[in-house]
């Protein structure tokens, strides 16, 4: 049975799917797959009344559903586990040494680099630091209407457009997130990769 679990917590907004785990003693299930969404957020405002966090966090949400409805055939050694939310600072630690250690533990992360935030710049030029700009762990999103500059050093990186809350390229982008879960749960031993739904090439 998969379970869906609306908000990790109060401030993060996020969501866990899983399922029970009934595995042997002494042989627990590998960490959730981690997926971190930065972005220019106000401290004024909360997740749950953000437009534009909903509106990301639905892209999320829509490939992790898309996964979950799959996962019944696909099922591997583990239970399917899928984990979201914003990526932020933890309390009682550093902010850069929170933010790097989440940004080093995600298996997936979001950028919307629209306003070029200085913040969530340094958080997108670590996680590409980190996985490599071709490893297609990392998304980046601008909003057409409002990227007027694209910085020098991302020239060349496969961004992904939208227009209000509308995806430019919705049938690239939920794919590729689609298959970037599905390469994480193989990994992670989620996922049966005989299965005729295994990922695309």
Same mark, same amino acid.
């Given at each position: 049975?998969?379970?869906?679990?609306?908000?990790?917590?109060?401030?993060?907004?996020?969501?866990?799917?899983?399922?029970?785990?009934?595995?042997?003693?002494?042989?627990?299930?590998?960490? @959730?797959?981690? &997926?971190?969404? +930065?972005?220019?957020?106000?401290?004024?405002?909360? $997740?749950? %009344?953000?437009?534009?966090? =909903?509106?990301?966090?639905?892209?999320?949400?829509?490939?992790?559903?898309?996964?979950?409805?799959?996962?019944?055939?696909?099922?591997?050694?583990? @239970?399917?586990? &899928?984990?979201? +939310?914003?990526?932020?600072?933890?309390?009682?630690? $550093?902010? %850069?040494?929170?933010?790097? =250690?989440?940004?080093?533990?995600?298996?997936?992360?979001?950028?919307?680099?629209?306003?070029?935030?200085?913040?969530?710049?340094?958080?997108?030029?670590?996680?590409?630091?980190?996985? +490599?700009?071709?490893?297609?762990?990392?998304?980046?999103?601008?909003?057409?209407?409002?990227?007027?500059h694209i910085p020098s050093d991302l020239q060349g990186y496969f961004f992904t457009f939208y227009k209000g809350t509308q995806l430019v390229d919705a049938p690239g982008f939920q794919p590729?997130?689609?298959?970037?879960?599905?390469?994480?749960?193989?990994?992670?031993?989620?996922?049966?990769?005989?299965?005729?739904?295994?990922?695309?090439?």
């Open positions: 049975m998969v379970l869906e679990r609306s908000q990790i917590n109060n401030r993060d907004n996020g969501a866990i799917v899983n399922k029970a785990w009934d595995g042997p003693i002494g042989s627990p299930p590998p960490k @959730p797959i981690r &997926i971190r969404i +930065g972005y220019e957020w106000d401290n004024q405002v909360g $997740s749950r %009344t953000d437009p534009h966090w =909903k509106f990301l966090r639905s892209l999320v949400k829509t490939a992790v559903d898309a996964v979950q409805k799959q996962s019944s055939k696909c099922e591997g050694k583990y @239970p399917l586990q &899928i984990q979201f +939310g914003r990526l932020r600072a933890r309390h009682g630690s $550093s902010v %850069t040494g929170s933010i790097l =250690k989440r940004i080093q533990k995600s298996d997936i992360l979001l950028f919307d680099l629209t306003n070029l935030n200085p913040n969530v710049l340094f958080e997108a030029g670590c996680a590409l630091a980190h996985n +490599g700009t071709d490893s297609g762990k990392v998304f980046i999103l601008f909003d057409q209407d409002k990227a007027t590729a997130l689609i298959n970037r879960i599905k390469r994480a749960a193989i990994a992670k031993e989620m996922w049966e990769t005989k299965s005729t739904q295994a990922i695309e090439t």
